[in-house]
């Protein structure tokens, strides 16, 4: 068990900067994921982790020291692949004691920790067979099983859940999950998926271009997030945004989204946006729940409006509705009884309470 | 079953519904034809070999229908297989074949590992200068070796030349290039992970070698093993220059050299000796090649 720090960590590959300085500490036991698109220098970050990249500048320690010159068997860490990477020639049992043996355990604990690590998994009926007569999300869990035996310092996990259908990635996430709240090793995640980000995670780092664009809880980067890009990233459907700017009128600071439509701010809201210069070129965010049918009963910071709909979605629970507003496509979500039909007018309302205002050229947050 | 339905539905146009059976049944015939083909000209030879092998010099020289064995006699086999002179040459054939086998694998396999796995300077250049030398033939090379090798006798005072084990220096320089590439292509084909998991097991780099990929590569091996095999059992410009005393012999050499007696050449042991030198190979391909198909399929790591 340990903490992981990573200081000014920089990866250059000749002259491109695959990762351009990244600080982040993790706390012991914690269960950090590294999210982002592809090419955002996620994967490199936990390689360098791993040790099977070397790290261009910077400092990587874990449990304190610095272990950027250590080779990857003498840091303690165990890592699962995306394609399990298991020994196609040795049976399950043999897969999960391969680090054990080389180290030369003694046999009978090399048997119970793989005893142990196959009841966990569920996989006790599997140990004498070979990988190619596994699922994949067998596969998976004798690549997890072969992490487990070692009981390393940390966990590394390069997109563990890619290569399996949907079903199986949403329940071998909850193993995942069960099995981190036994076992408690610190454990770095990797995945482009935000839904397991946001499932797994203790703490979610969110990359893009090679730096991070937040650090925080799921809820966190959900309810504020820092940036646009995060903004975006997180959530599905992802956050509507509006080209808007600030105005007074009536003595109120309304948010102007068309020539018809301005709503007034909350009063929270109006202090918070007071200082910005009314001519800011601005984007108004607003998550697809917080734009719904209208209820009859006005409530503080919800604002209604008309508007046509273009196409929508029924999903059962709920109705995804698209509508167009100042050339941007806008999606909601009704009740599915609010009446909502393909290009007919819709009564909506939307929950000021709950907005983001971002600066459309900086993509900041205000 | 599915097809008559069909047939029923629409029966103005069951010709359709023909066409993939028919043209798979084109494509058998078609390779038939030339497999058979193959097969009459692969085997001719082998057959008229045996056919002459169990004749008698006198039936050979007699103006017979060659094809046929009138008085079939076991006499060239008996005359071979008794001769110590015979023995010695498939004794040495054998002796050199494993030896060479051996040293090229313990040449070539590692030298593969490095070459595609431990990323050093100047290693990709390396792998295809490795098989360029391949491509030098043999009948370039062997008048400066054996100026080399009289020259290396000359100075140290170890005699080389018409020793058998000279082969052992030989052989290697035609084997190791092609099975160090054979176990390029092999290990290249190894997914990256497999060894990154390793490495994060604790595994050196030649216990990765040796645990992870000579097992995850075996048919890649065995099929460089046969390479090899063939290649210096087979070789026969080197041992016809460099040995010459009939104790030195091997079997491709040894067959001509003695057989053959100025202008009188005896036929019927020719062929038997050919027979019997083709022998091992065609049994270690028998047995290996199960081995090899089996391998081809195992050993999956995808999902």
């Known amino acids: ?366 | 079953m599915t097809t008559a339905t069909i047939d029923k539905a629409a029966p103005t146009r069951t010709v359709k519904y023909g066409s993939m059976s028919r043209d798979r049944a084109w494509a058998l015939r078609w390779s038939y034809f030339f497999l058979v083909i193959f097969a009459i000209f692969f085997l001719t030879p082998p057959i008229y070999m045996f056919i002459t092998s169990l004749k008698s010099s006198a039936e050979i020289s007699a103006a017979t229908n060659p094809w046929w064995v009138f008085h079939p006699t076991l006499e060239n086999y008996t005359g071979l297989l008794t001769s110590n002179q015979f023995l010695r040459f498939f004794w040495n054939s054998a002796i050199v074949s494993i030896f060479v086998v051996t040293i090229t694998m313990l040449i070539a396999v590692p030298a593969a590992f490095a070459l595609s796995r431990m990323r050093f300077w100047g290693s990709a250049t390396l792998a295809t200068g490795v098989f360029l030398t391949y491509l030098i033939p043999e009948t370039l090379l062997f008048i400066p070796l054996f100026k080399m090798f009289a020259v290396v006798g000359d100075w140290t005072g170890v005699q080389l030349i018409n020793r058998w084990y000279v082969l052992l220096i030989l052989y290697p320089t035609l084997t190791v290039p092609f099975c160090t590439w054979i176990m390029i292509g092999y290990f290249a084909s190894i997914p990256k992970e497999l060894d990154e998991a390793a490495i994060i097991d604790g595994a050196s780099w030649f216990q990765t070698l040796t645990r992870i990929f000579i097992p995850v590569a075996l048919p890649g091996l065995i099929a460089a093993t046969i390479f090899a095999f063939t290649v210096s059992w087979a070789q026969f410009l080197y041992p016809l220059v460099f040995t010459t005393s009939t104790d030195q012999l091997v079997m491709p050499v040894g067959i001509i050299t003695t057989l053959i007696k100025g202008d009188v050449f005896n036929w019927g042991q020719i062929m038997t000796g050919a027979l019997l030198g083709a022998a091992p190979p065609l049994i270690i391909y028998a047995f290996l090649m199960d081995y090899y198909i089996a391998g081809l399929t195992a050993g999956a790591t995808k999902g």
Do not use: W
């Open chain 1, 1 to 366: 068990m340990a903490d992981v720090t990573l200081r000014k960590v920089v990866k250059r590959y000749d002259e491109v900067e695959a990762v351009r300085g990244i600080d982040l500490d993790i706390a012991d036991h914690e269960f950090v994921v590294l999210v982002g698109p592809s090419g955002c220098g996620k994967s490199t970050t936990l390689r360098m982790i791993a040790g099977l990249e070397d790290i261009s500048d910077g400092d990587i320690m874990i449990g304190g020291d610095v272990v950027n010159d250590v080779p990857p068997k003498d840091r303690d860490i165990a890592m699962v692949f995306q394609n399990y990477a298991l020994y196609p020639h040795m049976t399950v049992a043999e897969n999960m004691s391969f680090g054990l043996r080389l180290k030369r355990y003694p046999k009978a604990e090399i048997k119970s920790r793989v005893d142990e690590a196959a009841r966990m998994l569920d996989i006790v009926e599997l140990v004498d067979r070979k990988p190619k007569q596994l699922s994949g999300g067998q596969r998976q869990r004798v690549a997890m099983g072969r992490a487990i035996v070692r009981n390393p310092k940390v966990f590394l996990f390069d997109e563990p859940l890619s290569n399996l259908d949907a079903k199986l990635r949403v329940q071998m996430r909850i193993e995942i999950k069960k099995v981190h709240q036994k076992v408690r090793t610190t454990t770095v995640y990797v995945t482009h998926d935000q839904v397991e980000a946001m499932t797994l995670a203790d703490r979610v780092v969110v990359m893009n271009h090679g730096r991070i664009e937040q650090i925080g809880t799921p809820n966190e980067l959900y309810h504020k997030p820092a940036t646009k890009f995060v903004a975006s990233f997180i959530g599905s459907p992802a956050m509507n945004f509006v080209p808007c700017r600030l105005e007074d009128l009536a003595g109120k600071l309304h948010v102007r989204l068309t020539d018809r439509i301005a709503f007034p701010l909350p009063p929270a809201r109006a202090a918070r946006y007071q200082g910005i210069p009314r001519t800011d070129k601005l984007l108004l965010g607003l998550r697809p729940e917080h734009i719904t049918e209208a209820k009859p009963h006005a409530e503080p910071g919800v604002e209604a409006f008309d508007a046509v709909l273009d196409v929508t979605e029924p999903m059962g629970m709920e109705t995804l509705i698209y509508f167009t507003l100042e050339g941007a496509q806008v999606c909601g979500r009704v009740n599915p009884n609010a009446g909502a039909q393909d290009g007919a007018p819709l009564r909506l309302a939307v929950d000021l309470n709950n907005m983001h205002l971002l600066n459309e050229v900086t993509g900041v947050v205000l």
